[in-house]
């Protein structure tokens, strides 16, 4: 399994960004996409996933803000992201789990400006 993940940038705060994520199998083959971001000197941490029937999740420090969503046709995971503020810069990975297994994108950047 691969996860093409997009998207990422440099963006002022306040600015917005939409990442993507394309699996090489169905979106629907999962139990859950998401995304994680990796902050400089920090733990890699959950940001918003998706379960295959639809359920979102989403870290408080991004609820109202990130939006994760997905289109069938395109096969595609996005994670809208809003208002972004300096302390949203990080690298941002793509993850999908398929129960015992879990597969990760390679990571795109995201640096917010303030």
């Known amino acids: 399994v691969q996860l093409q993940a997009s998207g990422g940038g440099l963006v002022q705060a306040g600015g917005s960004l939409r990442l993507s994520c394309a699996p090489s199998?169905?979106?629907?083959?999962?139990?859950?996409m998401g995304w994680y971001r990796q902050a400089p000197d920090k733990q890699r941490e959950s940001v918003a996933t998706?379960?295959?029937?639809?359920?979102?999740n989403y870290a408080d420090s991004v609820k109202g803000r990130f939006t994760i969503s997905r289109d069938s046709a395109k096969n595609t995971v996005y994670l809208q992201m809003n208002s972004l503020k300096p302390e949203d810069t990080a690298v941002y990975y793509c993850?999908?789990?398929?129960?015992?297994?879990?597969?990760w994108g390679q990571g795109t950047e995201v640096t917010v400006s303030s």
């Open positions: 993850h999908a789990e398929m129960y015992p297994r879990s597969y």
């Open positions: 199998g169905s979106i629907f083959s999962f139990n859950s």
């Open positions: 998706i379960t295959r029937s639809g359920t979102e």
